[in-house]
């Protein structure tokens, strides 16, 4: 029997503030265990919450950019389990009432385009992290990140395959980033994602028992998850078996799933309002200030890049696929009006460095104007365009100038027409045969020609004028 395929996703993304959901410790990522932690945030009796407004506008910005319903009236509930990192005993997260709901996200996998319905996208607090001790029976917790606010956003399960999944979570988290209210980073834990998979019978509407898998920090490791979790799936339903709701843990190590335990239902939870909160309620003028400030989304930004630019799609794509690499392409445009030669640099020798060195381009030790200052000295001649591709790399790692470092490893380019004219006369010399064959109509051994004058110049004659020289001084022999 064959399968579908049918998953859907949630996503926590750590919310930029700098203070907790509700409390005014900080959020900062590597601090001590237990340096950020106060009396709200570790649940003492008598502590009471207060609402960090800037998480609630940065909720209100993703659901307007996920084209969500913004509710005006809503509110947060305790949701009660028992875990060490949990020291209230209770989550404080939104249940029945979500800020956002009913949105939609496109995305294209593999050229073709999607629809991704948005359920729900709530805001709740996180719970801390349990350290364990390697080599040692025992496991310690740390409390920094309780309280950190959080946006769960909730897909319905519209994606079919890890292809689909890629897509989804590389727009989200690039439109968030372009938000400026998550950073995205999944090895911090600040971009979480949860696939919920399940197979059914092909042509099956009724959708068959979820798995949820956790643990995953990196895209590729989602795409190993899913492909791993759908065939063992497949597995076990082929031999008769049946498949149960649980929470497994993706075990990269070994590249399999591991069952967590089994899959709680809302009323596990027993949700019900939290007493120490007061409802919440949004005036439209509220939304509609935040609309207002809406950036550019990374899909438009694509759409102008292609029209106002004249760039190729897939290059747009690689531009804006980062904000911090299309801000930094439009700094340079600014400067230097050439869009498709700034484009070739920055997808080219200005991304292998930022990879190489694992920063973002508003990281990088090659800010835009010396970038600039590069393309202008390959456009004045000063350089060539080959030898500026070649020390790039050491350019990038210098930080010096480019005239500096130009001038230091003696990369400056011969264009003056009688130094070049001294290496042509003596190449012409050396190779009377060739002479003699470019004057009996073979053509092609110019580029023999051009070919011996760079060598004879360690490589800095100007090629272009090299040739149109050279042309005129055997057409001069003639």
């Known amino acids: 029997m064959s399968y ?34 106060c009396p709200v945030c570790l649940g003492m009796p008598g502590s009471l919450p207060v609402l960090n407004r800037m998480a609630v506008e940065m909720a209100v910005r993703v659901g307007l950019a996920l084209n969500c319903s913004i509710r005006r009236d809503h509110h947060f509930a305790r949701k009660n389990y028992f ?59 740390d409390l920094n990140r309780t309280g950190t606010p959080l946006l769960e956003i909730v897909t319905e399960p519209d994606m079919h395959s890890a292809d689909d999944v890629d897509a989804y979570l590389k727009m989200l988290r690039d439109i968030l980033i372009y938000l400026n209210v998550c950073d995205g980073n999944m090895e911090q834990g600040n971009f979480r994602c949860e696939p919920n998979i399940s197979l059914r019978p092909s042509g099956e509407q009724r959708l068959g028992t979820k798995v949820e898998l956790k643990n995953i920090n990196s895209f590729r490791f ?3 998850a899913i492909d791993y979790e759908v065939q063992r799936q497949t597995t076990v339903l082929s031999e008769g078996g049946t498949v149960h709701q649980e929470t497994r843990l993706w075990d990269e190590a ?37 609309h207002e400030t809406l950036p550019e989304l990374p899909t438009a930004r694509k759409r102008r890049f292609i029209s106002d630019y004249q760039l190729p799609v897939a290059d747009a794509e690689t531009l804006t696929s980062s904000k911090s690499l299309a801000d ?15 484009c070739n640099w920055v997808k080219g020798e200005l991304l292998r460095e930022l990879h190489a060195h694992d920063v973002s381009a508003h990281e990088s030790t090659m800010p835009p104007e010396r970038l600039v200052k590069l393309l202008r000295l390959i456009e004045q001649d000063t350089i060539s365009l080959k030898a500026a ?14 005239e500096v470092l130009i001038q230091e490893k003696g990369l400056s380019q011969v264009s003056d027409d009688e130094a070049l004219m001294t290496f042509i006369r003596e190449v012409l010399s050396n190779n009377p045969t060739q002479v003699s064959q470019y004057k009996g109509g073979k053509e092609t051994v110019l580029g023999f020609f051009v070919g011996q004058v760079m060598k004879a ?12 020289l050279l042309k005129a001084e055997l057409l001069k022999e003639s």
């Open 4 to 37: 579908q395929v049918v998953i859907g996703v949630e996503v926590h993304a750590q919310l930029r503030t700098r203070s907790k959901l509700f409390c005014s410790c900080g959020t900062t990522f590597g601090r001590s265990p237990n340096s950020q932690t």
């Open 83 to 141: 875990y060490p990192d949990l020291p209230k005993g209770y989550q404080i997260s939104q249940y029945d009432e979500p800020i956002c709901e009913k949105g939609w996200l496109e995305i294209q996998p593999n050229g073709e385009t999607k629809r991704i319905r948005i359920h729900r996208a709530h805001l709740e607090e996180d719970a801390g992290k349990s350290v364990h001790q390697p080599g040692r029976p025992e496991s310690r917790v």
């Open 222 to 224: 989602v795409r190993e």
């Open 254 to 290: 070994q590249g399999k799933t591991m069952v967590m335990r089994s899959k709680e239902e809302a009323h596990d939870y027993r949700y019900f309002p939290d007493p120490d909160l007061l409802p919440i309620h949004l005036d439209q003028a509220i939304i509609d200030e935040v």
């Open 328 to 342: 930094y392409f439009e700094l340079c445009v600014e400067t230097f009006p050439e869009p498709k030669t700034v």
């Open 389 to 402: 591709r070649e020390f790039f790399s050491e350019l990038y790692a210098s930080g010096k100038e480019p």
């Open 457 to 468: 110049s360690q490589g800095k004659a100007n090629p272009g004028k090299v040739n149109s």
